[in-house]
C-alpha cells in the first residue's frame, strides 16, 4: 500500500515562498509518477504540476508556470515542489499524487493517479 505524507505548508505573505515534501512509503518510488494538485475552497481539485519517475520531464499549469518548481529525489523517496512569489490565489489545500508508470510521464487528470496524499494547506496573505 502507496503511503503519501505531505509537509510544508503554512502561513506567508504574497511575493513570499514555501516548499512543499510528499515522502512516499510502501512503494519503490522510482516506479512511479508523481503530480501535485490543489483544491481551494468551493472549488474542484486542479492540477498544478506534474514529475515522470525519472525526474526528466515535468509538467505545469499555466497558473503557475515560471513560480512553481517540481523536483523529486528518488533516493529519498520524496518529491518537492518549490513555490515562490505566491499569490493570495494559490490559497488552497496541496496534494501529491501517483501513479505506476515509466511509459507515462504524468497526467493532468486526477482520475488517471490511485494514490493520494492527505493534503497540507497553504494560504497566502495579501
Known amino acids: 500500500q502507496v503511503q503519501l505524507v505531505e509537509s510544508g505548508g503554512g502561513l506567508v505573505q504574497a511575493g513570499g515562498s514555501l516548499r512543499l515534501s510528499c515522502a512516499a512509503s510502501?512503494?519503490?518510488?522510482?516506479?512511479?509518477?508523481m503530480g501535485w494538485f490543489r483544491q481551494a475552497p468551493g472549488l474542484g481539485r486542479e492540477f498544478v504540476c506534474g514529475?515522470?519517475?525519472?525526474?526528466?520531464?515535468?509538467a505545469y499549469a499555466d497558473s503557475v508556470k515560471g513560480r512553481f518548481t517540481i523536483s523529486r529525489d528518488n533516493a529519498k523517496n520524496t518529491v518537492y515542489l518549490q513555490m515562490d512569489s505566491l499569490k493570495p490565489e494559490d490559497t488552497a489545500v496541496y496534494y501529491c499524487?501517483?501513479?505506476?508508470?515509466?511509459?507515462?510521464?504524468?497526467?493532468?487528470?486526477?482520475?488517471?493517479?490511485?494514490?493520494w496524499g492527505q493534503g497540507t494547506q497553504v494560504t497566502v496573505s495579501s
Open positions: 510502501g512503494c519503490t518510488f522510482s516506479n512511479y509518477a
Open positions: 499524487a501517483a501513479k505506476a508508470s515509466k511509459s507515462v510521464y504524468w497526467s493532468r487528470s486526477i482520475n488517471w493517479y490511485d494514490n
Open positions: 514529475i515522470h519517475w525519472s525526474g526528466g520531464s515535468t
